[in-house]
């Protein structure tokens, strides 16, 4: 019985991680286009996970189309990229990660041109 009680006791302190999906993309992607194309494009690049306290707690790489997933335990997250092939600004982004869900997240480098 009391292994039964320490296993239920597990069970309940267990939380599926949550999940983040996201893409790098560059906008403005070209100095001129016309209102009705769009001017962005994903980019590979590599994304830093950063904890509450201020730490790296996971990196994870984008495919050729600037798209990324990594699974985490729930809670909130600093989005930060880490490894591009030209020099631009990225901010960095907020998300929470809750149990079960997918959390969406677009990190926007701005390349400088206009």
Known sequence: ???????????????PNGRIEG?????????VARASEANERGVQG??????????VVARVASDRSGR???????????LRLTSLR???VS?????????????RAVLVLD????
């Open 1 to 15: 019985m009391a292994s039964a009680a320490l296993c239920a006791g597990a069970l309940a302190a267990w939380t």
């Open 23 to 31: 893409q790098i993309v560059v906008y403005p992607a070209f100095p």
């Open 46 to 55: 590599q994304v830093a996970v950063v904890g509450g306290a201020g730490a």
């Open 68 to 78: 990324f997933a990594i699974e985490l335990r729930p809670g909130r997250y600093t």
């Open 86 to 88: 030209w020099p631009a």
């Open 91 to 103: 901010a960095t982004q907020e998300v929470t990660v809750a149990s079960g869900r997918v959390t």
């Open 111 to 114: 390349p400088g041109i206009r």
